[in-house]
């Protein structure tokens, strides 16, 4: 399976700033996704991480508050703009396998508490 | 949209005993049907997967889950718990109908504790 790492593991925050969190794997792969799970909740998809295009997101969230990176095919960012106190939650990265392209595999998750 | 419910906030076993941690779903079409496992403090774990084939799906830690198509369920099983089972469990089904195609819908997850 890939290695997948996150940064940063945790960190607080302001209200009004913005955080960008770096998700690294160790081989190509043509999907990445972004995933939030609020405290106590299950996980979301916020939106799919393409190389070479526009990121693809889910119902209910939009660029200008989650502008997501992919400037190449090991490497993705996710920036939760503006953060409200409602942001502080998980957030994880995932990508499929190179099996089936099917399951998906997660990292470790950013631990984000906004003040 | 594709979706799977679990109907158990928690499930309590004692070490040894088989445990049972139940999965529902609600698809059109073929599911796509997995489980993962997060333990504290760390991400989530694959356990294992239905896409198709064999009714009875084998994996990671001696866990098991049968699809039963008539019951729409996929419930997750381990013929003998152990103390460090204990963690919280997700069901997921892929949901074609989201925006990218390959979403993972996730159950609201089920707390495994295993005694002593």
């Known amino acids: 399976s890939a290695v997948i790492s996150q940064k940063p593991s945790r960190d607080i925050c302001q209200r009004g700033t913005s955080l960008t969190i770096q998700c690294q794997v160790d081989?190509?792969?043509?999907?990445m996704f972004w995933y939030r799970q609020q405290p106590g909740q299950s996980l979301t998809l916020i939106a799919t991480a393409n190389q070479g295009s526009e990121a693809t997101y889910e119902s209910g969230f939009v660029i200008d508050k989650f502008p997501i990176s992919r400037p190449n095919l090991t490497f993705s960012t996710l920036t939760v703009s503006n953060m409200s106190p409602e942001d502080s939650s998980i957030y994880l990265c995932?990508?499929?396998?190179?099996?089936?392209?099917?399951?998906?595999?997660f990292g470790p998750g950013t631990r984000l508490t906004v003040l | 949209a594709q979706s799977v419910a679990q109907p158990e906030d928690q499930v309590n076993v004692a070490e040894g005993n088989p445990l049972t941690v139940k999965c529902t779903y609600s698809v059109s079409g073929n599911p796509y049907l997995f489980w993962y496992v997060q333990y504290p403090n760390r991400g989530l774990q694959f356990l294992l997967k239905?896409?198709?084939?064999?009714?009875l799906v084998k994996g990671s830690y001696g866990f098991e889950a049968e699809f039963n198509k008539s019951q729409t369920s996929f419930h997750l099983k381990k013929p003998s718990a152990l103390v460090s089972d204990s963690a919280l469990y997700f069901c997921?089904?892929?949901?074609?109908?989201?925006?990218?195609?390959?979403?993972?819908?996730f159950g609201k997850g089920t707390s495994l504790l295993v005694t002593p």
């Open positions: 081989s190509q792969v043509t999907m």
């Open positions: 995932s990508v499929p396998t190179s099996r089936d392209s099917v399951t998906q595999y």
């Open positions: 997921a089904v892929r949901d074609s109908n989201s925006n990218s195609g390959y979403a993972l819908n």
């Open positions: 239905y896409i198709t084939g064999d009714n």
